[in-house]
């Protein structure tokens, strides 16, 4: 539960502010009343610059026109420091307003004013805003850049406070990059200048950050010792809002250690304060925090009050971040309650929080692409428009001089030469200061390369974030396929029978929607394919004149059933061409339904076969609504609905589709519509072999006839290859029950993990060992060995002791699930059973599984000496770890001597590691030697080289890299942290 909140970045107000928001009115009043009684333009500017900066978070606008009016005064008087203060009101105003191009030209002129007339402090500021500008559209580099110049120049000017506070800035730019250790050197330096000027204000910032430094490292201790410190100075501020938040960051650190009393009690105070303050945002995160601790407790009745108040707060303000945390947080507490319906309701309700996050991030991302490319253009014009004023300034200048030379030439014929020479030195002044320009302009040239790398590798990670998201739909559309066949499956079974005839329309209905489902499952599994390039075309020399005659006949009766006149009219008696018969039947198939589903009762919808240069074409045409000129630029768009055709339903994934699948076939496809009258699609396909590539071409003409119910499906042969290409990513489970119809029944059902089966308890127990699955699935009464000693056999094995089981029985008394669970089983579960039941079940025990395995990686890297032994897992890690330290010297210990010490099998030993902590035999040496050596560097307990070998390294510069990979820090390095 990560929820700390940072120190917001130390806005504008910083340097540009005197006092709050609610306390500045007065001010203001007595701002406008002095101005009403001013002559002076030079002091009438001055007090419409403090107007300016008083309005800027108050009402951006009206500071504008003081901005405007004062700009206008200092253009009248050519005053240059004027200009320079009213451009940084400017930049802050537009920073304020996010237009952050102007705010950068705007700024960028002011350094310039500032730089030639030498005014340090005005030139601070200005950097300092710049800084700003570039931080907040995430260019920490440039942000950086500018801030240690800032930071610069109040050291020079002796300026404490500034340069306290400074240190802060930079603090929590590198706090927000992950640069901890940098973060945690400059949080350090500001608070000793905070405490040397005795502000406790800029104080509790700097512990504060420092302490979030330390809960960020999970160096929890040091991060209490600071949070509690930050409460005391703000208790003395008198600070309630600031006290209220120490509450809650104490509580958390007590969460994270399981002190769960201390957590609740900090979380409650917390919580009491900011109801008084009314602040809503914040008693939903407390609330939420509540309801996390209360399920660490595994107390769902608990958890669940405060996370259904933190849910209303969160739906309320529509706080996208507090509803995903707390959503996926209802999910756990329902499933943990067994209300596994309200459990994926809400699990669903997380997934499209999600979904709604990941598009606004995608469109924030290319908005500040957007933004950047601006500024990098607008920087380069300002950078030329310079450029340009100094040339001609020097042109003007040779001019004079040319001219003064010339009159002169008339008195004296020796002062004529002195001044050609004059000229001539102008002359190479100007050459150079052209060569200077050049030199610039291609700095230039390469900062705008630069940025167009940066634009290219941003565009990569939104396609690759497009690519995440159709694999998350692929996903789904898979998971949907089993529930979806034991729907349709005995409805379809029912219909035949004519079992029912009194609800025989209610079972055609249900049957008509699944197949309906299928096509939309199909049709996002389609384009998953084609997204990664697993879609092939398959084209073979065919008649297509039946082809497509057979395929509209096909929708006959769906056109009947909707009063629609369906016709098919071709040039010519036979067209034998090459076309892959797939890929068209999805894609006329698409167009058909599109054209049946959007005209009128009585309406006439006509497929039409022509050939045009050497083009082999297909309309559609219909007599329905048509389509606006503004629709039809993006029908062809991935989930786009018109508002037009909102009443009708549908996915908007149909015509993305079929764009997809011509686009595949080399073809073009084409709109024409008219409101009113109807619409017309032209599939264009090339006619001529030389478009298709070998291997796309195949022999023969395979037998192919439409469905109407499958005419957006796949062929068997490419589910399998889907099927084939996701099994590496599933979970094994072991299947041991003696009945084949029921092995055969959990095995349907699951189909989404690799399944092995054992007919046996003793069969079972072997196959655990030999095998290592992610899961068991048992049945209590068996042959050979029963489920009760499966379990306790395979428990007790420290190579098999943390493979998760589910034992299923008939025998649903209180006594036998006691006498389940009491050896050791990881759940119950009783005949007759929901399949869905089991399949949670499944997944819940496989996911706590994945927990279990964080858990042990962070408690090897946080301290290898300190963990409490509760299981037989964490016995024999502790064993492990034991082993490790008392070799830790020994160069020559490795995987060899660790398993014989250990008592296992180098194959046994491996499994039982990867299976904890997800490292291998020499991955965890090599961690704990490295983990060693970094406590050995803390505690000044040798140089490098000498704790290197006391570790166990003979290598230094391996050592180097090794300490490096972990801790991102050389070993000389770490010590100074």
């Known amino acids: 539960m990560k929820n700390v909140n940072l120190n917001i970045f130390f806005c ?110 005005e030139l601070a500021n200005s950097y300092y805003l710049l800084g700003s500008v570039y931080h907040i559209q995430g260019n920490y580099e440039k942000s950086t850049e500018y801030f240690f110049l800032s930071l610069k120049l109040y050291e020079e000017l002796g300026n404490n406070s500034d340069t306290a506070n400074f240190y802060n800035i930079i603090g929590l730019v590198f706090l927000n990059q992950k640069y901890f250790y940098k973060a945690e050197k400059y949080f ?43 409460d005391e100075i703000n208790k003395e501020l008198n600070d309630i809002k600031l006290v209220a938040e120490s509450y809650k960051n104490i509580g958390l650190i007590y969460f994270e250690t399981d002190q769960y009393k201390k957590a609740d009690q900090f979380f409650n105070k917390s919580l009491k304060i900011k109801k008084e303050l009314k602040d809503k945002g914040e008693i939903g995160t407390v609330l939420a925090s509540l309801a996390n601790l209360k399920l660490k407790q595994n107390l769902p009745d608990s958890a669940e009050i405060y996370a259904l108040k933190a849910y ?79 040339l001609q300034k020097s042109v003007i200048k040779r001019q004079r001089i040319t001219t003064i030379a010339v009159i002169v030439s008339l008195i004296l014929f020796i002062f004529l030469s002195i001044f050609t020479y004059r000229g001539y030195i102008l002359k190479k002044r100007a050459s150079n200061l ?63 029978k004519n079992s029912y005839p009194e609800i025989k329309p209610d079972l055609e209905m249900v049957s008509r929607h699944s197949k309906r489902l299928k096509q939309l499952i199909n049709q996002l599994l389609d384009i998953s394919k084609i997204e990664k390039g697993a879609m092939k075309l398959q084209v073979s020399k065919d008649d297509l004149m039946p082809f497509i005659r057979t395929l509209v006949s096909s929708f006959h009766s769906f056109a009947e059933e909707n009063k629609i006149d369906l016709q098919f009219e071709s040039e010519k008696n036979e067209l034998f061409c090459l076309f892959d018969k797939d890929k068209i039947e999805k894609i006329i198939g698409n167009l058909i339904t599109n054209a049946v589903k959007f005209t009128p009762p009585e309406g006439k919808v006509i497929v039409r076969l022509k050939t045009k240069d050497n083009k082999t074409n297909i309309e559609v045409e219909d007599t329905g609504k048509g389509i606006s000129k503004d629709n039809q630029k993006l029908i062809f768009e991935r989930f786009y609905r ?181 050896c050791e089983a990881d759940d119950y579960v009783k005949k007759p059973f929901s399949v869905n039941e089991l399949k949670a079940r499944t ?34 890690l502790q064993k492990a770890l034991q082993i490790v330290e008392n070799n830790i010297s020994e160069s020559e210990f490795g995987t060899e001597k660790f398993t014989k010490e250990i008592g296992m099998s180098r194959t ?70």
């Open 12 to 121: 504008l107000f910083l340097f540009f502010s005197v006092s709050p928001v609610f306390a500045q009115n007065s001010v203001i009043d007595s701002l406008q009343n002095e101005l009403k009684n001013v002559t002076n333009d030079s002091i009438k500017a001055d007090i419409l610059n403090k107007l300016c900066k008083h309005n800027v978070y108050i009402n951006s606008d009206k500071a504008l026109d003081y901005a405007n009016e004062a700009f206008n005064i200092a253009k009248k008087l050519k005053d240059k420091h004027l200009t320079g203060l009213t451009l940084n009101n400017y930049g802050l105003i537009y920073y304020s307003k996010s237009d952050y191009v102007s705010a950068t030209e705007k700024l960028i002129l002011a350094v310039d004013i500032f730089i030639e007339s030498g005014n340090k402090l």
């Open 188 to 230: 350090k330096k500001s608070a000793k200048l905070q405490k040397k000027l005795n502000d406790k204000t800029g104080l509790a910032y700097a512990i504060s950050n420092l302490g979030i430094v330390y809960y960020e490292t999970q160096q929890y201790e040091l991060a209490l010792k600071y949070f509690k410190e930050t």
């Open 312 to 390: 209303k707060i969160f739906k309320e303000l529509n706080a996208s971040y507090g509803l995903s945390e707390i959503t996926y947080t209802l999910s756990q507490i329902y499933s943990l309650k067994n209300d596994y319906k309200t459990a994926y309701d809400f699990s669903q309700e997380y997934i499209a929080v999600k979904d709604s996050m990941y598009n606004k991030e995608k469109t924030k991302i290319v908005n500040e692409i957007e933004t950047k490319h601006e500024t990098a253009k607008k920087e380069e014009e300002i950078t030329s428009l310079n450029l340009e004023k100094e």
């Open 434 to 496: 052209l060569s200077e320009q050049n030199k610039r302009i291609e700095e230039q040239k390469h900062e705008i390369i630069s940025q167009n790398n940066k634009l290219e590798s941003q565009t990569k990670s939104l396609k690759e974030l497009d690519e995440i998201k159709s694999n998350f739909f692929a996903n789904i559309s898979h998971e949907f396929r089993t529930p979806l066949t034991l729907i349709a499956g005995p409805v379809e079974q029912l219909i035949e």
């Open 642 to 822: 018109s508002e037009e055709h909102n009443s009708i339903g549908g996915t908007g994934i149909g015509l993305s589709l079929v764009k997809e699948l011509v686009t595949l076939h080399k073809g073009d496809v084409f709109v024409e519509s008219v409101e009113g009258k109807g619409t017309k699609f032209t599939v264009s396909l090339q006619i001529n072999e030389t478009a298709y590539s070998s291997d796309e071409i195949v022999s023969g003409t395979p037998e192919f006839m439409p469905k109407t119910d499958t005419y957006i499906g796949k062929s068997r042969q490419e589910e399998i290859i889907v099927r084939e290409n996701t099994d590496n990513q599933k979970k094994n489970i072991l299947i041991v029950e003696d009945n084949a119809d029921m092995r055969k029944y959990i095995t349907d059902n699951l189909s989404e993990y690799n399944i092995e089966h054992a007919e046996n308890g003793k069969i079972g127990i072997e196959k655990a060992i030999s095998s290592n699955p992610d899961l068991i699935i048992s049945d209590v009464m068996m042959p050979e060995k029963n489920g009760y000693e499966l379990t306790t056999e395979l428990k007790n094995n420290k190579e098999t002791s943390h493979i998760p089981i589910i034992l299923l029985t008939a025998k649903a008394s209180e006594e036998s699930v006691i006498e389940g669970l009491s």
């Open 843 to 876: 997944a819940n025990l496989i996911k706590i599984r994945e927990k279990l395995i964080e858990k042990f990686q962070k408690s090897i890297t946080v301290n290898p000496s300190e963990i409490t032994t509760t299981s037989v897992d964490e016995e024999f």
């Open 908 to 977: 046994a030993l491996h499994r039982k590691l990867k299976a904890l902590t997800d490292q291998s035999t020499t991955e965890f040496i090599r961690i704990i030697r490295l983990k060693r050596a970094a406590q050995l560097i803390k505690q000044n307990a040798g140089n490098i080289t000498e704790i290197a070998y006391d570790t166990g390294f003979t290598n230094l510069s391996y050592f180097t890299k090794c300490f490096k990979d972990i801790f991102s820090v050389a070993p000389s390095d770490y010590e100074q942290l």
